[in-house]
């Protein structure tokens, strides 16, 4: 079993930042990597970012690049989302989520086998 448990989000003004972590415990040896999808209400989980535990490689939605910056800290089993001039649009229950089969994207939902409780961010106009 693994164990995700997110951090770090709160209200903020436009353009403000904020930094979610994600601290993952248990079984976490094997994992593949780690993801953060977000979920507005009304509408469907969507994408955000990941980032390989072995290399470190990162992919990004269109809607953050730029602005928002996964990483991890192997020794700590904790990922961090940065979040950078926020937007109104931003605002959803971000969720952070851990793989442990082998993708070519990491961009789905079906990637992952756990998941955090999810942390809400709002973002003010």
């Known amino acids: 079993q693994v164990q995700l448990v997110e951090s770090g989000g709160g209200l903020v003004q436009a353009g403000g930042s904020l930094r979610l972590s994600c601290a993952a415990s248990g079984r976490t040896f094997s994992s593949t990597a780690m993801g953060w999808f977000r979920q507005a209400p009304g509408k469907e989980r969507e994408f955000v970012a990941t980032?390989?535990?072995?290399?470190?490689?990162?992919y990004y939605a269109d809607s953050v690049k730029g602005r928002f910056t996964i990483s991890r800290d192997n020794a700590k089993n904790t990922v961090y989302l940065q979040m950078n001039s926020l937007k109104p649009d931003d605002t959803a229950v971000y969720y952070c989520?851990?793989?442990?089969?082998?993708?070519?994207?990491?961009?789905?939902?079906?990637?992952?086998?756990?998941w955090g409780q999810g942390t809400q961010v709002t973002v003010s106009s």
């Open positions: 989520a851990a793989a442990f089969r082998y993708s070519s994207s990491y961009y789905y939902t079906w990637d992952y086998d756990y």
């Open positions: 980032i390989r535990w072995s290399g470190g490689i990162t």
